[in-house]
T-cell receptor, first 112, second 111 residues
């Protein structure tokens, strides 16, 4: 069964450094998302991506964040200058233009 | 601000019992409702979706939706220790199919 994959599973970085989190959505899906979950808190929507552009973003998704779909398979989230409060699990999800979203296993980002 | 509220728990039930999980949402325009299960340190895993008022059954799981009361519930029959996890209620009412999650209810099933 196809699944969403994410790399790396765990990323440790120093404050102020740039990180890129990578996702491979399910191949025939059309909508792509990034969510984050700070430890002990709820899963929060960051951004949705459709037809090669951002379709919606939350207040969290400020200028330090960007997303790209550099080729036909990868979907990336870049954080330009990481802060301590960016430490969280980041989940990629995709859907085939239905309501059902399929989540990847997540990347744990630790900012020191 | 669209909100999804859940009792954080923990909810503790004995093995074989029925576990009842509840969720309320603030946006009356919400159209689709989901229950996800999340084990510690893992990603959300879809259990059930429900779109219309009433009950929807899938194996040991039953989702219930009452749009007038803005209320969604999940019943787990014959609870097993492997059901011990955090259960997330999620709602989708807008464009782009984005999900708004509740904080989740921690369920513990005791052998």
């Amino acid at each position: 069964e196809p699944e969403v994959t994410q790399t790396p599973s765990h990323q440790v970085t120093q404050m102020g450094q740039e990180v890129i989190l990578r996702c491979v959505p399910i191949s025939n899906h059309l909508y792509f998302y990034w969510y984050r979950q700070i430890l002990g808190q709820k899963v929060e929507f960051l951004v949705s991506f459709y037809n090669n552009e951002i379709s919606e973003k939350s207040e969290i998704f400020d200028d330090q964040f960007s997303v790209e779909r550099p080729d036909g398979s990868n979907f990336t989230l870049k954080i330009r200058s990481t802060k301590l409060e960016d430490s969280a699990m980041y989940f990629c999800a995709s859907n085939p233009s239905t309501d059902t979203q399929y989540f990847g296993p997540g990347t744990r980002l630790t900012v020191l | 601000q669209k909100e999804v509220e859940q009792n954080s728990g923990p909810l503790s039930v004995p093995e074989g019992a029925i576990a009842s999980l509840n969720c309320t949402y603030s946006d009356r325009g919400s159209q689709s409702f989901f229950w996800y299960r999340q084990y510690s340190g893992k990603s959300p895993e879809l259990i059930m979706s429900i779109y219309s008022n009433g009950d929807k059954e899938d194996g040991r799981f039953t989702a219930q939706l009452n749009k007038a009361s803005q209320y969604v519930s999940l019943l787990i029959r014959d609870s097993q220790p492997s059901d011990s996890a955090t259960y997330l209620c999620a709602v989708n009412g807008g464009s782009n199919y984005k999900l708004t999650f509740g904080k989740g209810t921690l369920l513990t099933v005791n052998p």
